[in-house]
């Protein structure tokens, strides 16, 4: 069952700017958790924010969450290069493990 | 340092052959799983285990087997009534069922030939 549906599929931004993912689930969560994968290899943990949290920060990412809406969104700012990867949102509802979206490709350009 | 280790990174299957993949971690993490990444696609859990000797199945466990005799251990086998196995195989592991983050190997890339 997949949980959390990215929006966009895809992006692609020029290094510097701004880049915004959007996640959206469907039941309630004890969590929505951020990972990072780059191409061909495994998944890094990026941020995890509760349920009653609101936003998050770590260094470049800003994470949101909006429990009414059901919604996260994940910024990341001054992009690289190097933050060329796919990004995944995963939700926990506290009876089975994490649950995979399709993710968010995001290519960004030197 | 502490990981999660899968081998082998590319391993090719022939039609009716079972293949066992393996996925071992050092962090001491109770919990560990297996994942199907197809592409294009998210990741779709096949087996989790919380604790030695006891393991259940995910959404698509079918033609998956696994056991968990340790607790760095947790090999999957990749049986012939699969039929589809081709895909990328994540294994994980953490220290609870999801109110941490959890830590991935570098994954399996099966291909049937």
């Known amino acids: 069952s997949q949980q959390g549906e990215e929006d966009p599929q895809a992006l692609s931004i020029q290094e510097g700017e701004n880049a915004t993912m959007n996640c959206s689930y469907k039941t309630s969560i004890n969590n929505l958790q951020w990972y990072r994968q780059n191409s061909g290899r495994g998944l890094v943990h990026l941020i995890l924010?509760?349920?009653?949290?609101r936003e998050k920060h770590s260094g470049r990412l800003r994470v949101t969450l909006d429990t009414s809406k059901k919604s996260s969104s994940l910024l990341i700012t001054a992009s690289r290069a190097a933050d060329t990867a796919s990004y995944f949102c995963?939700?926990?509802?506290?009876?089975?493990?994490?649950?995979f979206g399709k993710g968010t490709r995001l290519s960004v350009i030197a | 340092d502490g990981g999660i280790t899968q081998s082998p990174k590319y391993l090719f299957r022939k039609e009716g052959q079972n293949v066992t993949l393996s996925c071992e971690q050092n962090l001491n993490h109770d919990a560990m799983y297996w994942y199907r990444q197809d592409p294009g696609q998210g990741l779709r859990l096949i087996y989790y285990?919380?604790?030695?000797?006891?393991?259940q199945k995910g959404d698509i466990a079918e033609g998956y087997s696994v056991s968990r005799e340790k607790k760095e251990s947790f090999p999957l086998t990749v049986t012939s009534a699969q039929k589809n196995p081709t895909a990328f195989y994540l294994c994980?592991?953490?220290?609870?069922?999801?109110?941490?983050?959890?830590?991935f190997g570098s994954g399996t890339r099966l291909t049937v030939v």
């Open positions: 995963a939700t926990y509802s506290g009876n089975t493990p994490l649950v």
């Open positions: 994980a592991s953490s220290m609870s069922r999801g109110s941490y983050g959890y830590t």
């Open positions: 285990s919380q604790i030695v000797n006891d393991f």
């Open positions: 924010i509760r349920s009653n949290e």
